[in-house]
């Protein structure tokens, strides 16, 4: 396959574009820390908010972003500059076309795309989804290694959302989830709900609509859920995740936690990843360990101290709240500080 790259991709292209090539060199066996550092800058660029090719015409800073360190500054260049990046293109040219339109899908990922795009042949990036829709509803997907019949279900509703909405304007998304959020509140043991992920951090597009709940009993959730006004059907139906389609054919996700874990939970989901990834690192220096539970001494695993808001969270490791919006992996923690 060859890379459509031009010079005036946008930061959202670009952050796909980097999240791709992380992908691909994980399948290829690359070393983790290159995956990882495509990774990062993924997260970095999604969340930036001038676009990097004006920081690029204007006054190149990308020795001042988080996550781009040098190589990753002469590939961005390259692309300003050229409308390519050849070293990419070395990565991918023999990959089959369609597996970059397929991993952009929600769930997918390069993995699951090439599996795909590979026993199925597809060549074509303009007909991979339709295609791979169509041999979905055959129930043909199924039969892959790391599918069946549940993921083809599945897969089927990714590819229905991805081709309607893509990617989604903020205040879009934002409308999405507060009719939910005004909906779910209702339900009798439901005692908290928030949006979460790039949608709290105020991001320009996200990628996919996250909410959080912290609840009293899982079963009347569900049911209660069920019958809202909003809601199409219920796609997973697990005890952490509830996956919904509303009827105006959105995906939503509604992670789910308990009312004392509520302050790890948020943080935890709110990202971003490479904010949280420093926080770990800042934590884990103090002999704490971090997760959606609460926070553990690395000395003693068997007790965890748990957390009912997130202010309480930052106030346990010495650090002043931050604004889900300035959690961007920059300096916000080292200026945190007590």
């Known amino acids: 396959?060859?890379?459509?790259?031009?010079?005036?991709?946008?930061?959202?292209?670009?952050?796909?574009?980097?999240?791709?090539?992380?992908?691909?060199?994980?399948?290829?066996?690359?070393?983790?820390?290159?995956?990882?550092?495509?990774?990062?800058?993924?997260?970095?660029?999604?969340?930036?908010?001038?676009?990097?090719?004006?920081?690029?015409?204007?006054?190149?800073?990308?020795?001042?972003?988080?996550?781009?360190?040098?190589?990753?500054?002469?590939?961005?260049?390259e692309l300003f500059t050229t409308g390519n990046i050849k070293a990419f293109q070395e990565y991918v040219k023999d990959l089959p076309a369609g597996v970059f339109t397929l991993s952009t899908v929600h769930g997918i990922g390069v993995k699951k795309a090439y599996k795909i795009a590979s026993a199925f042949n597809l060549g074509s990036e303009e007909e991979a989804l339709a295609t791979t829709m169509k041999l979905a509803q055959q129930g043909k997907i199924r039969h892959l290694d790391s599918f069946g019949e549940k993921?083809?279900?599945?897969?089927?509703?990714?590819?229905?959302?991805?081709?309607?909405?893509?990617?989604?304007?903020?205040?879009?998304?934002?409308?999405?989830?507060?009719?939910?959020?005004?909906?779910?509140?209702?339900?009798?043991?439901?005692?908290?709900?928030?949006?979460?992920?790039?949608?709290?951090?105020?991001?320009?597009?996200?990628?996919?609509?996250?909410?959080?709940?912290?609840?009293?009993?899982?079963?009347?959730?569900?049911?209660c859920v069920k019958q809202l006004k909003s809601v199409k059907r219920i796609i997973v139906a697990g005890d952490q995740l509830l996956r919904i389609q509303t009827l105006d054919n959105w995906q939503v996700d509604i992670k789910i936690s308990a009312l004392d874990e509520w302050g790890s939970f948020l943080q935890h989901f709110t990202g971003s990843k490479e904010h949280n990834i420093?926080?770990?690192?800042?934590?884990?220096?103090?002999?704490?360990?971090?997760?959606?539970?609460?926070?553990?001494?690395?000395?003693?695993?068997?007790?965890?101290?748990?957390?009912?808001?997130?202010?309480?969270?930052?106030?346990?490791l010495g650090l002043k709240w931050i604004p889900p919006e300035k959690r961007i992996g920059a300096e916000e923690i080292e200026q945190s500080k007590v």
């Open 278 to 316: 420093k926080l770990r690192e800042y934590a884990l220096r103090q002999g704490y360990s971090l997760s959606e539970h609460g926070i553990k001494m690395k000395s003693d695993q068997d007790r965890i101290k748990k957390f009912k808001t997130e202010e309480e969270f930052y106030t346990f």
């Open 151 to 223: 993921s083809e279900k599945e897969l089927i509703t990714a590819l229905e959302n991805h081709i309607v909405t893509k990617r989604i304007p903020y205040n879009e998304a934002l409308q999405v989830a507060n009719r939910l959020k005004e909906e779910l509140i209702t339900c009798e043991d439901i005692e908290k709900v928030e949006v979460l992920g790039s949608l709290r951090r105020q991001t320009e597009t996200v990628g996919d609509i996250d909410l959080g709940i912290a609840i009293k009993d899982i079963g009347r959730v569900k049911e």
């Open 1 to 77: 396959m060859e890379l459509k790259l031009r010079k005036n991709l946008t930061n959202h292209e670009i952050s796909q574009l980097f999240d791709f090539i992380s992908g691909v060199l994980d399948l290829q066996g690359a070393n983790k820390f290159r995956v990882r550092a495509y990774d990062n800058a993924a997260s970095t660029v999604a969340q930036l908010d001038q676009e990097l090719k004006d920081m690029f015409l204007s006054n190149p800073k990308f020795a001042e972003l988080p996550g781009i360190g040098n190589t990753l500054q002469q590939k961005l260049t």
